[in-house]
């Protein structure tokens, strides 16, 4: 553990937290700020929440090719300077313009997630690496866990506004964080090769089989989740816990909420490293599927409090699981210098699915309110399904760059 806190990935972590609790902060206050200040309706509150990761699908890539180029520090400077400025922007709001262009700033900007798993793996030996990016996932769980509850606490004590000044200081302090703590993890001889290599096209980088199955697996893996988060309230209210008052229901599904970030966080410090150093990415990420694919069996057969809990948390470690060896198999496959470059495409498919989950999740559910679970599950079965074709690359054997021995 002390060695962690001298590491290179422990600003990196720190960072990532920082940025997902200021995030989480604004996720229960954004839909009633813009109803209550600005009398938006309910479509037009779904539309700001979808431009932020429309914004990511178009900047993201960019992003990681721009660090494969001049190095991952700068970029990740710049891309928490887009957060600052799309939080300082929606706490002094004067129409809804402010918010649709902070919407557009942050999320344009918001590749600092998928430059921060291109800086982990360039300062982890290859065996490593999908522990190491499931750092940024343990980061995620624990922002998760604290951001929504002091967003909701401070909205409900001091208003909307000053929560989202909270939600700028939270991102000003890891700009601070990146200035002082970070190193570069780009050599400049790695940064060169990235600008003489021969320029590949983005069609041609993801025309490789393994990497079209790793983007697609994304994809779905993200309409999945977001198809059953983005009505699992209602699902609760209606479904599991009908005839409670919201506010038992609202009590009831923070802490479904705070049970799977636990159970996220755990499973990064504890299951992945060794699973991946038995079975490898590949078959580890099957497990991970076949986790999903039950949790989210048990919470559409069985939708019970118990049960539902139970399989919010197998599914969310099937997603502790997955997601970074998904990640970690995407840079093996990718060419070295294009590595920044292939996460980034990567973040902007799973913000694919981020915009159609939402859309999936209600179409469905206003279908029938049992059935968001059930659709999730099929989804997530086929995404497993397509895992069965990837193959373990043979690692290098030494570290992802120089770097780790001064880093590490």
Not at 80 to 101: E, H
Request: aromatic share 10%.
């Amino acid at each position: 553990m002390t060695q962690f806190f001298r590491s290179a990935k422990f600003p990196i972590f720190l960072i990532v937290f920082v940025d997902v609790v200021g995030l989480g902060i604004t996720i229960p206050v954004l839909p009633i700020y813009a109803e209550g200040f600005f009398k938006l309706s309910g479509v037009q509150i779904a539309g700001l929440m979808s431009l932020f990761f429309a914004a990511q699908f178009v900047g993201a890539p960019i992003l990681g090719r721009l660090s494969d180029r001049i190095g991952r520090r700068p970029v990740l400077i710049a891309s928490q300077l887009g957060t600052l400025t799309g939080a300082i922007l929606t706490a002094v709001a004067l129409s809804p313009l402010y918010l649709v262009m902070a919407r557009l700033i942050d999320g344009a900007t918001g590749g600092n997630i998928s430059v921060a798993q291109a800086y982990l793996t360039d300062i982890t030996p290859s065996e490593d690496r999908a522990k190491s990016v499931g750092l940024v996932i343990a980061a995620f769980g624990l922002g998760f866990i604290i951001g929504p509850a002091f967003g909701a606490f401070m909205s409900a004590s001091f208003g909307p506004r000053l929560t989202f000044a909270c939600a700028a200081l939270a991102s000003a302090c890891t700009i601070v964080l990146s200035v002082f703590m970070l190193k570069e993890s780009l050599p400049p001889e790695k940064r060169t090769q990235a600008t003489k290599a021969p320029e590949r096209s983005t069609r041609d980088i993801i025309s490789h089989p393994q990497i079209a199955r790793l983007l697609i697996i994304g994809v779905l893996g993200q309409i999945a989740v977001f198809a059953m988060n983005s009505v699992f309230i209602l699902w609760v209210d209606k479904v599991v816990l009908a005839g409670w008052s919201i506010e038992r229901v609202q009590r009831a599904t923070g802490v479904v909420f705070i049970l799977v970030g636990v159970v996220t966080v755990v499973t990064q410090g504890v299951i992945i490293g060794p699973m991946v150093r038995k079975f490898g990415e590949a078959k580890s990420l099957l497990v991970g599927g076949f986790l999903r694919v039950a949790g989210n069996a048990i919470m559409g057969f069985f939708p019970r409090m118990y049960p539902a809990a139970a399989g919010a948390a197998l599914s969310g470690m099937g997603g502790g699981i997955s997601q970074p060896c998904a990640t970690a198999l995407l840079t093996f496959h990718a060419p070295d210098v294009a590595r920044g470059r292939i996460i980034g495409i990567n973040q902007s498919a799973m913000s694919l699915g981020n915009i159609i989950g939402p859309l999936v999740g209600g179409f469905v559910y206003d279908l029938n309110p049992a059935w968001p679970p059930i659709v999730s599950m099929a989804i997530l079965f086929l995404m497993w399904l397509i895992a069965f074709g990837l193959t373990q690359p043979k690692k290098p054997v030494t570290p992802a760059a120089a770097y780790v021995a001064q880093a590490a």
